[in-house]
């Protein structure tokens, strides 16, 4: 055993030497809508497939028993209750994801923190759930993004790809800090199947591949989906392989990213974590 093994023994639950978070980005028609010409209807409307999507999502998620994090759109989440509560139902996560898909980093702090808690207000009514966790559509986020949601008192944040490990963030540091749960574009399925379509299969292996060095090394690999887009047929294979195989190595902590963040804070003596 070398000494990194150490290290990546004690750094996740006991029996457990990395970690993957399966987080879903449910955008409906708003993320696209926010990005491409309002008459761009062959773009705006393949986003009609996200309630499908979601369904078959959800359907991967329970057939292997694992459980995920809901990034939902509160617009979306108006438009689907239904499916909201299917996922609260089956144990995972609600997290905010901005109120329509507008970027944060075009909107002043106070229309943040309106849009933010607007959001908030919906998952909370809709989900019967608090979310402590935001992604910030098409992570454009500025100085002040990460400021608001600590004066939420929110305790995490997926927005920056600072590395392999979660860390804590402190913007304001009069308040307790955040985590900061780095995703990466290259765990993203827009770029496999949006911005290039590759095969399900290749996508998985690239995926597996990332989450064998980080399995290596002690790391973690946090996931952003899309219904539309992953939850296609062919698509959802590539998850569905990615968790076969971690569920085969036995020793991958799949988690939601409230539970990591958790985890990580008590790592750091932060009363508000567990274990
Ligand atoms: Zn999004």
Known sequence: MSPGDDEAASRWPAGYRCALCVTIDVDGRYGEANSRPADDTYWISQTAYDPRGTERLLGVLADRGTVATFCWVGRAAEDHPLHVRAAVGAGHEIALHSWDHRPYNRMSPDEQRADMERTMEALARISGTTPVGHKTASWRFDAATHRVAQEMGLLWVMDEPGGDFPYLIQPDTQRPPMVQLPPSRWFDDYTYFVDHVLSPRRTFETWRDDLDVLRDEGGMMNLTLHPFVSGRPGPSR????????????????????????????ARAGDPRGSV
């Open 238 to 265: 590539a998850l569905g392989w990615l968790l076969d195989f971690a569920i085969e190595m036995g020793d991958v902590w799949i988690d939601r990213a409230d539970r990591m963040a958790r985890w990580e804070l």
